[in-house]
């Protein structure tokens, strides 16, 4: 049975814009000088890695109702590898030398990437073909606001990922890519 995460949504989307304003604020510091380069570098890859974090902690508790059990499956695996990359992404964020934050935080995201993405397929190959069935028993409006959530959560994702590809693209080419 799907949870109901009508009570987490407002936390949640209210943390999500606090991240990203804390983002900009470390931006905009950045470039008026205000914070050194080093430390900016370090204040952004830390939001990066709360990012995950909390997108990890957030996907297995929206559930369709469509294929629930695989998707249940799928998601708790997902949220668990985005919550250790999360982890991983701050801690590389405070301990790691300067020069290399950003190459070790582009492998640790895109490992995560990776791994949920191949967890996903593997499950996808043994879906059934009953699992349309099941949203007839469902709301349509549960079933709506679970897909609307899990879109948010995917956008959030899907930046990261590509923010990821950045990182490695500026390591490989430097400021000529970036």
Known sequence: ?????????PLWAGLAILLIVALISVIVASSLDLVERELAKRLACTVFGLM??????ILPKI???????????????AGAIFVLAGLTCVGVAILAPGDQILLIEAIVGISAFVLAGLNWLRLAQTA???DSAKADAESTASFNKAKAQRMAIFLILNALFWTFLIFIADRLWGDVAA
């Not at 049975?1 to 949504?9: C, E, F, H, K, N």
């Not at 995950?52 to 902690?57: M, T």
């Not at 559930?63 to 695996?77: E, W």
Request: glycine share 16%; proline share 9%; aromatic share 4%.
């Open 1 to 9: 049975m799907p949870q109901d995460t009508t009570r987490l949504s």
């Open 128 to 130: 059934s073909p009953d």
């Open 63 to 77: 559930i369709l109702p469509i294929g629930a059990g695989k998707t249940g499956r799928t998601d708790r695996f």
């Open 52 to 57: 995950l974090l909390g997108a990890g902690n």
